[in-house]
C-alpha cells in the first residue's frame, strides 16, 4: 500500500512535520513541496569576563545594517549573520538528488569566510568580540519555503494529508503552530485566520528554479525592512503568464498573486515608472528603512542601533551598557540619527 493509498483510506490526519525529509516524504504522494535548505551559520564565543561580569541576561541584539543577530551564550555571546542574497548559500543537490540517506542532526561545513564582513560588523557594534576567542562555528540547514513562512494545514490534492513544513524560524513558531493545528483538527475548522502558510498558496507552477530564487530573496531580506504592498521580484516572471501579459508588462505596474503576474495599476503619459519601495515608518519602535544608509560611519551605525537598543532595553528596564561603546556626540551639522527623516527608497 502507497503512502497515498494509506492517506486516502484512514480517515484520521496525517500530518507532516518532517523538516529537511518533508520533500521526500511529499514525493511519496506526487506533491513536490517547494522547499530547499539554506546553510546558516552563527558564531560562538568562549567566555567573555564582560559578559560574565553582568548581573542580568542581555537582551537579543538585532543590527539589521550588520545583518545579524547576537545574544548571550551562557558567559560568551552568539551572533549568527543573514549573507545578502548573492552571497549566501543553498544545498541545491538536496532538491535535484534528494537528501543524503542517514542525514540527520548532522552539520555543514563551516565558512568563515562567507560572514566575514557580518563578523567585522558585530566586531564594530559590540567591542568586547574582538578580544573573544571563537570556540564554534555552527553551520547547518535550514528549509525554506520561497516566501520563508510555513506551510500549515491540509494540502490540496490528498485527502488527510496534513502538513507542517518549510519552517525557518521553527523554534520561535513551534508552540503557536502546534495549538493552531491542534486546535484546527479537534474543533474542525482553523481557531483564526492565518492564510499566510496555507500550504495551498503553493502549486504545480511553483518550479524548483522559482524556489530557489525566491528563497535565496528571501534569505537575503531577513535583516532588510519589508513594508506593507512591497514588490519582491526574485523569480517573476513564472509560468503563470496570461495571453497579454507580454503586451501589458511595459503599460502598467505589475502585482504578483498566487504566481500570475497582474496589473495593479496603468501608467500615465510621463509617469516615473521606476518601482518605488512603499514608505513608511512601520512600527511603535520607529523602525526605519535603514537600506540606504550603509555609507554611514560606525559610529553613527552604533549610535542609530544604540537609539533602537536605548528604547528596546527601557521597556525590558534591563542594561547592557558595559558592552557596547559610549555613544559618540553627533557633528553640529549633520542628520541625527535618533530623530532625522527615515530613508525609505530600497533599491532593487
Ligand atoms: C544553525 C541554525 C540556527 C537556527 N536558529 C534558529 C533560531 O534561533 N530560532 C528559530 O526559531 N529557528 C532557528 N533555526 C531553524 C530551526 O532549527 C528550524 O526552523 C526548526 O528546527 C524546524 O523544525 P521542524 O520541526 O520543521 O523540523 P526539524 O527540526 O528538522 O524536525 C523534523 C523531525 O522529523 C524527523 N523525521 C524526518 N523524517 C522522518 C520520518 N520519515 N519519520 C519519522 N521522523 C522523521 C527528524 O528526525 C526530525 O526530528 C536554526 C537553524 C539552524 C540550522
Redesign the pocket.
Known amino acids: 500500500m502507497t503512502l497515498f493509498n494509506i492517506c486516502v483510506s484512514i480517515n484520521i490526519k496525517l500530518i507532516s ?6 520533500r ?2 511529499g514525493k511519496l504522494i506526487g506533491l513536490e513541496h517547494p522547499l530547499i535548505p539554506v ?4 558564531v560562538v564565543t568562549g567566555t567573555v569576563p564582560e559578559v560574565k561580569a553582568l548581573k542580568k541576561e542581555i537582551p537579543v541584539l538585532r543590527d539589521l545594517e550588520g545583518s545579524y ?1 547576537l545574544r548571550q551564550e551562557r558567559d560568551g555571546l552568539l551572533f ?1 549573520p543573514y549573507e545578502s542574497q548573492e552571497k549566501m548559500k543553498l544545498q541545491e543537490s538536496w532538491v535535484t538528488d534528494g537528501v543524503p540517506p542517514g542525514f ?2 548532522e ?1 555543514f561545513e563551516s565558512d568563515l569566510d562567507r560572514i566575514m564582513t557580518h563578523v567585522e560588523a558585530a566586531m564594530d557594534m559590540v567591542p568586547v568580540l574582538k578580544n573573544a576567542d571563537i570556540i564554534n562555528i ?6 525554506y519555503s520561497p516566501d520563508i513562512l ?1 506551510m500549515v494545514g491540509p494540502h490540496q490534492g490528498v485527502q488527510n494529508y496534513w502538513v ?11 508552540g503557536g503552530i502546534g495549538k493552531f493545528l491542534s486546535d484546527w483538527i479537534l474543533g474542525g475548522e482553523p481557531p483564526f485566520d492565518l492564510i499566510e502558510i496555507d500550504p495551498n498558496r503553493y502549486g504545480k507552477w511553483t518550479s524548483t528554479k522559482y524556489t530557489a530564487l525566491k528563497a535565496r530573496e528571501s534569505y537575503g531580506f531577513n535583516n532588510i525592512v519589508g513594508y506593507p504592498k512591497e514588490e519582491r521580484f526574485a523569480g517573476r516572471p513564472t509560468e503563470r503568464v496570461s495571453g497579454i501579459y507580454e503586451e501589458l508588462k511595459t503599460k502598467c505596474s505589475m502585482g504578483f498573486h498566487a504566481g500570475w503576474e497582474q496589473p495593479h495599476w496603468f501608467y500615465k503619459p510621463r509617469d516615473d515608472v521606476e518601482y518605488k519601495c512603499p514608505a513608511a515608518l512601520t512600527s511603535a519602535v520607529s523602525r526605519r528603512c535603514l537600506w540606504d544608509d550603509r555609507g554611514l560611519s560606525s559610529s553613527k551605525r552604533q549610535r542609530r542601533v544604540l537609539c533602537f537598543l536605548a528604547r528596546a532595553l527601557k521597556m525590558a528596564a534591563v542594561t547592557c551598557g558595559d558592552l557596547l561603546p559610549a555613544p559618540v556626540p553627533a557633528a553640529p551639522d549633520s542628520t541625527d540619527v535618533c530623530s532625522g527623516p527615515p530613508k525609505i527608497q530600497r533599491a532593487l
Open positions: 512535520p518532517l523538516g529537511f525529509w518533508a521526500e516524504v546553510h546558516h551559520q552563527y543577530y549568527g540527520g542532526k552539520l555552527v553551520s547547518g540547514p535550514i528549509t510555513p507542517a513544513i518549510g519552517f525557518g524560524y521553527g523554534i520561535i513558531h513551534a
